[in-house]
Each structure stands twice: as C-alpha cells, then as structure tokens.
C-alpha cells in the first residue's frame, strides 16, 4: 500500500518565521501534489511536481520533489497570518487513485 | 470559488437513517469524485464516475453508493448511517477521465450522524 507520510501535524508559528513541510513515502510517485484547505473549503492545489529533483516556486513558497521521486517538501518564507491552513501533499498510486498525506496544520501568528 | 457546488452544506441525521449528497461538477467536467475526510482517517478517495459510468473505486463501504446523472452532477447516498460516518464529504470534478487531470474540489458537506 502506498502511504504518505506528513511531517509536522501541527506547526505554530510567528508571522515573519520560515518552516518546511515535509511529504515522505517509501513508494515512488510519477507525481506529487500539494494542496491546501481553509476551514468550510475544500482542498486547492498549490502545485504539482513531476521530475525528480524538481523545484517550483510559488511567490514565497517552495516545492521540492526528492532525486527518487519518494519524497517532497513545502518551505514558505516569511510566514503571514494569510498562510494559514491545512497543507496536503497528494499523489497518485498504481490504481490511479489520488492519495493524501494526514496533512500538517499551519498557523501562523500576527 | 472553484465552480464545483455541493449541497447541503451541513447534515445533522440520526443513526440508521440515509441521507443524499448532491454534487454539480464544473461545467463541461466530466469526472466527477467523491471523497471522505475525518480527523483520524484523513482525506480519503471513495469512488469517481465518467461521463455517467463508474470508473475507479477506492475506499467506500457498501452501505454507501453513488451515481452520476445525464446532466453530470453526481449523487452520494450513505445508507444505515452509523456514528462513525460523520465526516466531512468532498465531491471534486475534473475534465477528463484519466488521473492526471486536475481535480477541482467544491466546499464539502459536513454529516454529522447523532
């Protein structure tokens, strides 16, 4: 089964701070995704990654896929209040199925 | 707003009765996918449909079914509801067929079972 593992579940932090995200798996994905969700919305895609070692950037925010393709990450730079949500990275599994991370709860303090 | 609507926003229902999510996709989507979340399980894939047939099944138990009308919107019945059935239910819609199509999610509908 392939499983995506999110690190941290919680994070709080000061506007101004930087944090990373992290997305692992032992499973190689053609793909990963990364979304995120504000309270009384569904979930929006920030960005998908495809090639190993891959890096987009997003104004403040950077997405990293791993060399072999099992693994990402989420940086923001000078966190703001407005970055404030749940962050899922998503990946599509052998079946085609979308598959998601627990997701990592951001706030970020003013 | 990503153009995908579901109604209603929130259900409060008791224990063995069934209830109906609807879901309109974006227009001219043709994919449509429901999805669970709750806090221990997290967002889970249940079923999608294409263009009014079933095309990919994942986590749904058979108390649940769904269906995908002429008009594309897509219906979710949960049946025989239990407590542990009250989640938020997702409905994302997409253009094509295949998995790699970006998935546009609406706003959910929180069940909660009683």
């Known amino acids: 089964t392939q499983l995506l593992e999110q690190s941290p579940q919680f994070l709080s932090i000061q506007e101004g701070e930087n944090l990373t995200v992290y997305c692992n798996s032992s499973?190689?994905?053609?793909?990963l995704q990364w979304y995120r969700q504000e309270p009384g919305e569904g979930p929006v895609l920030l960005v998908t990654v495809v090639t190993g070692g891959e890096v987009k950037k997003l104004k403040r925010l950077t997405f990293q896929f791993g060399d072999a393709r099992k693994d990402s990450s989420l940086h923001i730079t000078a966190a703001q209040p407005g970055d404030t949500g749940l962050y899922l990275c998503a990946g599509y599994n052998q079946g085609g199925k979308l598959i998601f991370g627990q997701g990592t709860e951001l706030s970020v303090k003013p | 707003d990503s153009g995908v609507t579901q109604t209603p926003k929130h259900l409060i229902t008791a224990t063995g009765q069934r209830v109906t999510l609807r879901c309109s996709p974006r227009?001219?989507?043709?994919?449509v996918y429901w999805y669970q979340q709750s806090l221990d399980q997290g967002l889970q894939f249940l079923i999608q449909y294409y263009n009014g047939e079933e095309r990919a099944k994942g986590n749904i138990l058979e108390r649940f079914s769904a269906q995908q009308f002429p008009d594309l919107h897509s219906e979710l019945n949960l049946s025989s509801l239990e407590l542990g059935d009250s989640a938020l239910y997702f409905c994302?819609?997409?253009?094509?067929?295949?998995?790699?199509?970006?998935?546009?999610f609406g706003p959910g509908t929180r069940l909660t079972v009683l």
């Open positions: 227009s001219g989507d043709l994919s």
């Open positions: 994302a819609s997409s253009g094509g067929g295949t998995y790699y199509n970006e998935q546009f």
């Open positions: 499973s190689v994905f053609s793909s």
